[in-house]
């Protein structure tokens, strides 16, 4: 959970190679190092917290159901959204590797969470957790990194264009570019592939768009050479950067 959301690997694979610092709006930046978290590793080595491996497209809990465990990510991702009364749905986040979720300040779950592909989960007792106050600051670090993502998101959803919001989707799975602390493009080539795992329905949801005019942008993304889609999850972009500058945030 130390990591940007962007920087999280589990809803892409990615190739890990030397690069050198960028020029764009986070070139020289760092983020700031956060101290050993002894406590949380210890309670996760323990009885206490029992792992659960679920396949692609379970549901963990339902929103308004009991919010009686917290759940930490281990392995694959998992979306969490909220229905209208129509039935329209709002992804309103996806977390990955080392992410918590499932935390409530009213006993009920505010949204429903389901596995976008097979993952393992941690599945944690809310009154551990509340009874001991170092465990509640690693809850404290993950819920601020959380409130920076969501931040992100209500700028996406509220302000930027369809492209804007397609690209920062995409920036969003290739690992320390376009956040505090980019590495800047790679020696030599600036490429990168992204394997999605998300459905385009699913993706329009995470967005507040239609699937159609998700596939629209893709498509015109295509036409310009600004990525190429070698199969429907497989998505090549030829530049990092130059997505990066359609974000709206360069």
């Known amino acids: 959970m130390y990591l940007d959301p962007k920087m999280t690997a589990a809803a892409v694979e990615v190739a890990d190679t030397p690069r050198q610092l960028g020029t764009g709006r986070y070139a020289g930046t760092r983020r700031r190092p956060l101290p050993p978290d002894t406590a949380w590793t ?12 679920l396949g692609a497209h379970e549901i963990l809990f339902h929103e308004d159901d009991a919010a009686n ?11 969490l ?5 129509d039935g329209r749905r709002q992804v309103v986040d996806i977390v990955s590797a080392g992410d918590l979720f499932g935390l409530s300040m009213t006993g009920l779950h505010d949204c429903s ?5 097979a993952a393992e989960v941690r599945v944690l007792d809310r009154r551990d957790i509340e009874g001991s106050g170092a465990l509640q600051t690693h809850v404290n670090r993950c819920l601020m990194t959380r409130i920076e993502s969501l931040h992100s998101h209500t ?13 920062s989707f995409l920036m969003r799975f290739v690992p320390k570019r376009g956040v505090v602390g980019c ?12 394997v999605l795992r998300m459905t385009r329905q699913e993706i ?5 768009l239609t699937i159609e005019t998700v596939s629209r942008v893709l498509s015109d993304m295509k036409r310009r050479g600004i990525i190429s ?10 530049s990092v950067c130059r997505v990066c500058k359609l974000t709206g945030m360069h």
């Open 204 to 208: 329009a949801d995470y967005l507040g």
């Open 42 to 53: 210890e309670f996760l080595a323990s009885s206490r917290a029992r792992l659960e491996t």
């Open 81 to 85: 959204y909220r229905l209208i009364n």
């Open 183 to 194: 590495v800047g493009p790679a020696v030599g080539h600036d490429d990168q592939t992204v």
């Open 229 to 238: 889609i070698e199969r429907n999850d497989h998505i090549h972009m030829a």
């Open 69 to 79: 465990h917290i759940y930490e990510v281990v392995s694959g991702q998992v979306m």
């Open 113 to 117: 969470a389901e596995t976008l592909t």
């Open 155 to 167: 700028v996406l959803l509220g302000r930027k264009s369809a492209q804007e919001r397609v690209a």
